[in-house]
Every structure is written in C-alpha cells, then in structure tokens.
C-alpha cells in the first residue's frame, strides 16, 4: 500500500519554467491538497480539492494551478516559475467526517529549486 | 495574531524524561486535533488526532485537548533519540458553505532533541 507518492523528488527550474509536480494516492480518499513549507513560515495550504472536479484555492495560491479529473491523481502546475516558489512541497490526502478534514496523510515531498 | 501559536524550539530534553509540547489556538471553530511528526527531509507523518476535550493516549504519547482554553498538548513518556523531530499540531475548522473544508491549519513546529 503506497499511500501518498509524490515525483519528482527533486526538480531545479530556471525562472520562468513551468512544470508539474505529481500527486497520487492509493486511499481512495476524496479530499487531496497541495501545501509548501519554508523555513520559519510552516506548512501554507496552496490548493484543495474535495473531489473529482472540484478544486478551490488555500491560503497561498498564486501562481499554480491544480485539477483533478480522478479519485487519485491531484497534480500542481508551476504556471511560470518564480524563485519565490523555491519551496518544499507536499502533498496530502485525507478522510472526511462530513465536511471536516479529520486524519491527513502526507507523501515524501517535492523539493523544488527555482534559479 | 495567527491562529495556531507553536514554540518553535530548539527543545533539547535528556533520553527518558517526559516530554511536553503545546499549541494555543484563538479559532474556537476548529474541531478536530492533530499531531504529526516530521523528520528532518521527509514528509509529516500522523501520530495523533483527536476531537473531543480530554486525553487520548496511544503508547508513549498522549494527546491532551482542552477547549476551553483553547489550548493542545502532546505528552511522550519515556523520550528515546530516535524520538527527535519536528512535531507540528494542525486543526481543522468546519466551513458551513457546503464547499468542504479548507485544509488544515498548522502550527509552525517544535524542534524536539533527546539527548543521549
């Protein structure tokens, strides 16, 4: 059992490159999400999504872009990337009790190097 | 003010000793309780969540939520080296806007050392 797999593990892109960063689990959960974690700032949710076809936006969702067409797949677009972007990025699936995101469950992460 | 206050640490305790972690909140809306443990270049990984007030306990670690005073903790027993990591609490807040909910809120981290 998987879980949560995120690749690449590692990426180094020139400013202005896009790319995207794939998520996929195996849980069948409903409710996926993208987050970044600098330093000193903690873990900053960028996009959500409560279901196929369904995505909205986090606290910092400027400059990606997400869809989710399956159950298991939530990749992240780096529309035009910024070396503010240089991040770690995780992904997150998670169960739901109702409309409330209960146990979360992380893949390894995305370390992202914008120059 | 954020929503979820973490002392960042460092929090440097000798092995075997009891190990105290705590989170404030000011959102009263939030409503389930959450633990992770993240070692250093990897992803956070769940140890606990809870949703009422009280103590959860699940081996050496306990999870104490009071709600009243807004207010979370994670106790380890008996802390081993291997025990040292960030530890990061999340909460989550239920939105009535029949969209679902925004993801977790987390706090920033405490950098936990067990020395040998």
């Known amino acids: 059992n998987a879980g949560v797999t995120q690749t690449p593990k590692f990426q180094v892109l020139k400013t202005g490159q896009s790319m995207t960063l794939q998520c996929a689990q195996d849980?069948?959960?409903?409710?996926m999400s993208w987050y970044r974690q600098d330093p000193g700032m903690g873990l900053r949710l960028i996009h959500y999504s409560v279901g196929a076809g369904i995505t909205d936006q986090g606290e910092v969702p400027n400059g990606y872009n997400v869809s989710r067409s399956t159950t298991e797949d939530f990749p992240l677009r780096l529309l035009s990337a910024a070396p503010s972007q240089t991040s770690v990025y995780f992904c997150a699936s998670s169960s739901r009790d109702r409309d409330i995101v209960t146990e979360a469950f992380f893949g390894q992460g995305t370390r992202l190097t914008v120059v | 003010q954020k929503e979820v206050e973490q002392d960042p640490g460092p929090l440097s305790v000798p092995e075997g000793a009891i190990v105290s972690l705590n989170c404030t909140y000011s959102n009263s809306a939030f409503q389930y309780f959450m633990w992770y443990r993240q070692y250093s270049r990897k992803g956070p990984e769940l140890l606990m969540y809870?949703?009422?007030?009280g103590n959860k306990e699940d081996g050496r670690f306990t999870a104490q939520v009071d709600k009243s005073s807004k207010y979370i903790s994670l106790f380890i027993r008996d802390s081993q080296p291997s025990d040292s990591a960030t530890y990061l609490c999340a909460m989550t807040i239920w939105r009535w806007t029949g969209g679902g909910a925004d993801g977790l809120t987390f706090g920033k981290g405490t950098h936990l050392i067990i020395q040998p």
């Open positions: 809870t949703y009422s007030s």
């Open positions: 849980m069948n959960h409903e409710y």
